[in-house]
């Protein structure tokens, strides 16, 4: 027997237990040590067995660290995991010996080991951290926390609440225990790691009371490893304020929102529900849409307050597609389409066959798995242009590390700025970017299950 995500909602509705929600957030200091180590936390509803997870100081999702913009964060992550690990700090555009990765930009830490971050804050907005090193079984273990760096006094949006929402998925068994089959075949070579067990929070359910007629500001984190969330709302009035940490141009009112694994949105919402009913968020699956999100009104009814203010930007580069270098980037591969003319990886030329005995499914412009040389060698400055075709049957989430970039639309548009962008099956988008981060920068797919077996590559700043 599999946990069903209707019994685990059906058990979980008498355990509502949830707060008033929280007020405006404030400036605070987060943990200055992120110890990775093995914990029990009550992941399913009471009726269920604790669950054995892996955590930062405990927690699941880690402890939210909240800074002022131009903070300098410093953090020693400290590794009592039996396995060597790092910390990626999601969508921060920070020094390259900072940034997390393997092999890359530094050693991994080993178990009982130590290593120190040190960084400014350049940008306020919404950003995560978690494990680059065996990241598929260490985020599905729970190694994912969430970094808050807040805009300036003043420049703060006028709101009831400000809460973090991580949206996560988890493969369990019917004693709430994690699954193991971390690299199955099939799951690597198909849409990743889809889990059974969906949470918010690393709750089944998040319930929260508002004032009726209340604005909110929700801090949306997709930590999942392969799904992709579909998120409707009901009772609320919705503006996406913020994409992957950096601010719309203007709010836009939206119905549905999509996102990716790795992606996040800043929601600025308006409790429409009367008095006495619920707001929903909810997640459309494939069995049906299910509540992750439900805020119970309470009168008296506030009026309605006008559209909401940009947040303030941070500051971007120009991007002048005109001097801009095009670099194309196919994704090939994978179960239904495979690698039928084969792959390059570690440097030796192999078939399709020998590829997935090896566990490699995937491929970027042929090459599977991290090549030695870059995607892009881009000088400090230049703006770059890739146009990437998705020939494969799934969809990956395509993730920049230490920069962000803009999709090029038809009729010369730009769409906001990104760290992290989807590509369904079959599409071609291309993307822009300034490469004003010098080093050597992480390009993959943040689906680990298929960065792991082939989709990953790099591009060098110099």
């Not at 890359?104 to 804050?121: E, H, K, N, R």
């Not at 120009?318 to 084969?342: N, Y």
Request: glycine share 10%; hydrophobic share 45%; net charge negative.
């Amino acid at each position: 027997m599999t946990l069903s995500r209707r019994q685990i909602l059906a058990g979980a509705g008498a355990a509502a237990f949830w707060p008033v929600f929280a007020g405006p957030a404030r400036s605070q200091t987060g943990a200055t040590t992120l110890t990775a180590a093995p914990a029990r936390i009550q992941l399913a509803p009471p009726d269920y067995a604790q669950t054995d997870v892996w955590a930062y100081n405990a927690q699941v999702p880690g402890p939210t660290q909240r800074h002022a913009r131009g903070d300098v964060l410093n953090m020693r992550l400290e590794n009592r995991l039996d396995q060597a690990t790092t910390i990626h700090w999601h969508g921060l555009r920070l020094p390259n010996a900072m940034d997390g990765v393997p092999g890359l930009t530094q050693d991994p830490v080993p178990p009982g080991s130590t290593f120190d971050y040190s960084f400014a804050l350049r940008d306020a907005g919404t950003f995560w951290y978690h494990p680059h090193a065996n990241s598929l079984e260490q985020i599905s273990r729970g190694l994912a926390g969430v970094l808050v760096v807040e805009e300036p006094e003043g420049a703060r949006p006028d709101v009831d609440g400000d809460e973090v929402l991580v949206l996560d998925d988890w493969r369990v068994a019917a004693d709430a225990v994690i699954r193991d089959d971390f690299g199955a075949r099939h799951d690597m070579s198909h849409a990743g790691r889809l889990g059974n067990y969906i949470t918010v929070n690393a709750r089944p359910e998040l319930r929260r009371t508002v004032p009726a007629g209340g604005r909110l500001r929700l801090r949306l984190v997709n930590t999942a490893t392969a799904r992709v969330f579909d998120l409707r709302f009901r009772g609320l009035a919705v503006w996406l304020a913020a994409l992957d940490g950096m601010p719309l141009e203007q709010p836009l009112a939206l119905a549905e929102l999509v996102l990716a694994p790795a992606q996040r949105a800043d929601l600025l919402v308006d409790v429409t529900a009367a008095p006495g009913d619920e707001a929903l968020i909810a997640s459309r699956e494939r069995d049906g849409t299910f509540a992750l999100v439900a805020l119970d009104a309470t009168g008296p009814q506030r009026a309605i307050r006008p559209a909401p203010a940009p947040l303030p930007p941070n500051d971007m580069p120009v991007i002048d597609t005109a001097k801009a270098r095009q670099v194309p980037l196919t994704l090939e591969g994978g179960a239904m389409r495979g690698l039928p003319g084969g792959g390059t990886w570690k440097g030796n030329r192999m078939d399709m066959r020998a590829l997935a005995g090896a566990g490699q499914f995937w491929a970027f412009n042929g090459m599977v798995g991290m090549p030695d040389a870059p995607l892009v060698a881009a000088s400090l400055g230049e703006t770059i242009r890739i146009p990437i075709e998705n020939r494969t049957a799934f969809s990956h989430a395509m993730h920049l590390h230490g920069m962000h970039f803009r999709e090029l639309r038809a009729g010369g548009a730009t769409g906001p700025w990104r760290d992290t962008l989807l590509l369904r099956a079959g599409e071609t988008r291309e993307i822009a970017f300034v490469a004003d981060n010098p080093g050597d920068w992480m390009f993959h797919c943040h689906m680990p299950s298929h960065q792991m077996s082939g989709m990953m590559n790099w591009i060098s700043v110099t």
